[in-house]
């Protein structure tokens, strides 16, 4: 089946829910039992993995349904829905590591992300150390006998670097540990990362996968392998993510292939747009033929979406790129993207990095491109860089 069937079909079930299309919201915390041997039987079944409905915090029909469709989507074994994309990344990460471990995390991995490795994961005993995204198998020198896992993000989501996955999970399968990778960039649609060596592909489903900017929401989806621990440390952490955010990751999800490709043709248009203007010194895109990240891009994923950044010129302060940012019309300034709309912040990756620097550059404003004509959206730009030059005399 073709990813596009695929996401028209999987996870229905009308004859199970009086004809409905869509399998309906389950508000459900207790589930009743019409004896005490169905509810053992239950239990039983819960036990040997399958997904029955036992209690609201372990998943309901809607909840299996999201996590099967996400999981089959990207070629993963079973997947486990939690409350952000933020909960999710720090959930794959903990399923792995034990006090006394040492992980390696690419220097481009978001920032709360960092931030959860550098407090809760060091007071646990666990080591963290940054690596350049563009590592690759270089990867080699850094693994050590107590190395257990690998965090990869890529294209890093400030900076774009895209990362040699292959070469990576090899040597880390090599050693021991395992690779996880936010995946939020490329979506289950565009980057398999089961086919890549990924054990834990972790999705903020808050971006393209609910799509509309109007729920927190994640997922983790892992191999047959690290599934079990994956399991069994959520369920123990007691993390659940709610059914309203569940039924628009599901609801989302079903547009994903129609969604895309737009936010991937109209990001193109956009960022080869802004190559040509004098005031930009650098659009950092991995589907633009001359950035450093295509050839593997090309390689390793099956398209792009509507995420970028670009560079000024050094000469621009901080002035000039509020007179650019501040009065854009068809741009909202804010965190958060992969909804319908555009979107344009300041990224300032210099206090986040460590292992590769980043230093004497210009600013670097970050365009989440929507679902708007790209003329308007244009347009609004051209009226920004005219600001810009204005402001900055
Ligand atoms: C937004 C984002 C997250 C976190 O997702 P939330 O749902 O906002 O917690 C994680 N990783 C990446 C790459 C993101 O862009």
């Given at each position: 089946m073709k990813d596009e069937t695929k996401l028209a079909t999987l996870g229905r079930d009308p004859e199970g829910h009086h004809g409905a299309v869509n399998i309906p919201v389950y508000r459900a915390s207790t589930i009743l039992q019409p004896d005490l041997k169905t509810l053992a039987d239950t239990y039983a079944a819960r036990a040997r993995d399958e997904q029955v409905t036992s209690y609201g915090r372990i998943g309901t029909p809607l909840t299996y349904a999201f996590e099967n469709t996400v999981a089959e989507l990207e070629g993963g074994y079973r997947a486990m829905s939690f409350p952000s994309g933020a909960a999710a990344c720090s959930g794959a990460i903990l399923s792995v590591v034990k006090a006394g471990d040492h992980i390696l995390v690419t220097d481009s991995a978001y920032g709360p992300t960092r931030n959860f490795c550098d407090t809760l994961l060091k007071r646990l005993g666990v080591e963290t150390e940054y690596f350049d995204p563009l590592i690759g198998a270089g990867i080699k020198e850094l693994m050590r006998p107590n190395t257990s896992l690998v965090f990869l993000e890529s294209p890093g989501s400030l900076t774009f670097e895209i990362q040699d996955v292959p070469a990576i999970a090899e040597i880390a399968h090599r050693h021991g540990a395992k690779v996880a990778m936010d995946n939020t960039w490329g979506t289950p649609l565009y980057f398999k990362s089961f086919r890549h060596g990924v054990d834990l592909s972790v999705h903020a489903a808050t971006k393209y996968i609910v799509g509309h900017s109007d729920a927190m929401l994640g997922v983790v989806i892992a191999t047959k392998e690290s599934w079990p621990h994956l399991r069994d440390s959520i369920r123990a952490l007691g993390v659940n993510a709610g059914p309203d955010e569940i039924y628009l990751g599901l609801r989302g999800i079903r547009t994903l292939a129609v969604r895309l490709p737009r936010h991937m043709e109209s990001a193109i248009t956009v960022a080869d747009w802004l190559k040509g203007?004098?005031?930009?010194?650098?659009v950092l895109h991995?589907?633009?033929?001359?950035?450093?990240g295509h050839a593997i891009w090309k390689r390793d994923f099956l398209g792009a979406c509507g995420l970028f950044s670009f560079e000024l010129d050094r000469k621009y302060g901080d002035d000039a790129v509020a007179a650019f940012v501040d009065?854009?019309?068809?741009?909202?300034?804010?965190y958060s993207w992969g909804g319908y709309e555009s979107l344009v912040t300041v990224a300032k990756p210099h206090s986040l990095r460590t292992a590769r620097p980043w230093q004497d550059r210009g600013p670097l404003i970050r365009l989440h491109i929507g679902l708007e004509a790209t003329e308007d959206l244009i347009a609004d730009l051209k009226a920004g860089f005219e600001r810009l030059n204005k402001a900055q005399g």
């Open positions: 203007r004098p005031e930009v010194s650098r991995p589907a633009l033929r001359d950035d450093p009065h854009l019309e068809l741009f909202g300034i804010g």
